[in-house]
Structure formats: C-alpha cells, structure tokens
C-alpha cells in the first residue's frame, strides 16, 4: 500500500493499482500519471462534457471533475470527437499526443507518429474517473 499526500496531509491510501486506476483527487491525479482533467455537469450519474457523455456513478449532482489518463483516450479507432494533433513527443515505444477537442485540450498515446496539425478522432474508453478538486477549483 502506498499513500499519497500534499502539505503534510494523506489524500489518499491504496494499492498503486487503486491510487493510479482510481485517484482520489485531481492532485493525485496527476502525481501519479499523466492525465487530464476534464469538467462536466453531471445529472443522475451521467456527466456531460465537450467531449460527449460519461457514466459517473456516485458522483452527485453539479459540477464534476474527472482524470483521463492518456492511455484511455483512443485516436481514430471508432472515435466521435473530431480534434486537432498540437503537439507530438516520441516516448520510444509510442507517441505522447497533445489534441485540442474544441477548446479542450488532452494528451494521449499513439502507435503511429501523428505530425502538429493533423486531424484525428477521438473515443475515450473506459471512461474518465471523477476525482475531488483540489482546493483551488472547489
């Protein structure tokens, strides 16, 4: 088990499966691992997003924040979210993306090199994990 903790307090406690699958907060969040966080508004356990609509079950009603991890963010297999490629770094085995979806920007990995410009669609699978904002966002 390992613990997570910011200016002397323990966010969260778990196994480094649990910390990284399902972190507690948006500081943990991207301690971690990368990952982006992205808002919605969630009613009756579906957050809906720039990116489309997410089942966040136990999130309660209002405002939400979640952690997409790179490596769930698909590009250009099946995906409905038209976005551009902003940036591309090669991480060795596959390549780090940075895609603004809109106004919204997020990372993700690719086996294939994608150049700054080019366009891409995007599916996010499983789906992102709401997380407690950090208190500069609450």
């Not at 982006?36 to 489309?52: D, F, M, N, S």
């Amino acid at each position: 088990r390992i613990a997570i903790m910011k200016d002397g307090r323990v966010l969260q406690v778990g196994s480094p499966e649990e910390v990284y699958c399902r972190p507690a907060t948006e500081f943990v969040a991207t301690f971690v691992g990368l990952s982006t966080i992205l808002t919605g508004e969630c009613t009756g356990g579906v957050a809906r997003t720039a990116l489309g609509e997410f089942p966040v079950g136990g999130a309660a009603d209002g405002v939400v924040r979640m952690a997409v991890r790179p490596e769930t963010v698909r590009i250009d297999s099946g995906g409905t979210v038209d976005a551009r490629v902003s940036k591309a770094a090669y991480r060795g085995d596959r390549w780090l993306l940075t895609v603004m979806a809109g106004e919204t920007e997020l990372l993700a990995y690719a086996d294939a090199r994608r150049e700054p410009g080019d366009q891409v669609t995007l599916g996010i699978d499983p789906a992102p994990v709401p997380v407690a904002p950090d208190e500069d966002h609450a």
